[in-house]
DNA sequence: TCAATCCGATTGCATTTTGCAATCAGTTGC
DNA sequence: GCAACTGATTGCAAAATGCAATCGGATTGA
């Protein structure tokens, strides 16, 4: 990891880390995506993310600490990606980027959903989607009780809602 | 302004605005350190910013509509620039940033105590902090009792404590 | 008066980063 | 055996960045 730095500043380090335009999509994708795999961060992207673009975030993320990867037992090629506790704890900021995009940017309404869920159930409900995370990147113990339903289950739920109202509309 | 976007997600969309290594650095320094002008930008950035690297961002700011940019009365050759709301509302954004930064990053402790400050207060300061910016760059009306010190005077003297209290221990 | 300094930039140029398409060698399922 | 899939790598053109020098106008100080 290159140690050399503009400034000691919080806000200049952390822009070291996501001053580009790729690292936090793919950080997104596997946060709220629930993406472990080099391919399905490759062809699941919205954005269209290049592979050789991905390989390098991908490892310049590890670098930072951000990411570890590990060996897939199913299948001797995969590698799975999992976020460290420094990537987890990166849910608020997304939470609040998200909401400022609602508010001053040209947001899609299937795509902002998300975010508004994210936006209204505040501070405990990102406490419980990074106790989620803790759990499928980190192993750690779950926390809420048995058939509670996910945060990433229900945000999908809420996307899957507008499209299909969307479509319907669409159809009438 | 370009009007092409990748996609119509707002993590993506705010990403597109400040997806780079300079454009949130130039905002923190109107935000914190309350410069106006291009040469207190140019001169006072720690990082140091290329003249035409800044030229770029403030148009490109003014562009997304962040920054407005007035001719400054006392001189004829000045340019105030100016946040808008757009870029007021980003304090929180900042304050969350700077948090994880202190965290995660080999932060200075003379740079990050602001940061500290501002996570502390919470919420409630950086409202307090928003109406301030808001009285400074759009002409709003104060909205705390005279004589209260400003919260960026309150940074400010927090951040010349450390550094006193530094000078004093390197000299003892 | 007049030179020095400051103002917001602009220019030229070398280096670095990015984006895109093609390709790679090993693994798997059939 | 063989096509499809795995995580990448390579080559190359285009764009962004960094740096130093410079611009014409405005202001300042002697």
Redesign the interface.
Known sequence: MN?E??????????????????S??IL?DMIFGGRRHFRELLNGS???IASNILADRLRRLMEL?LLTKADDPSHKQKAIYSLTE?AI??V???A?????????????E???IR?ELLEKGGPPLWEQFMDELRHEHLGAPVKTPPGTPTVRQQLQAAYEAVVARKAEAATA
Chains 1, 2 share one sequence.
């Open positions: 140690t730095h503009r400034s000691g500043c919080p806000i200049n380090l952390s822009l070291e880390v996501f001053g580009d335009r790729w936090l999509i997104r919205l954005e269209g600490g420094m704890t990166l608020p900021i997304m609040h980027l998200g909401a400022w995009g609602r508010v001053w940017l040209p947001v899609s299937e795509l902002s975010a």
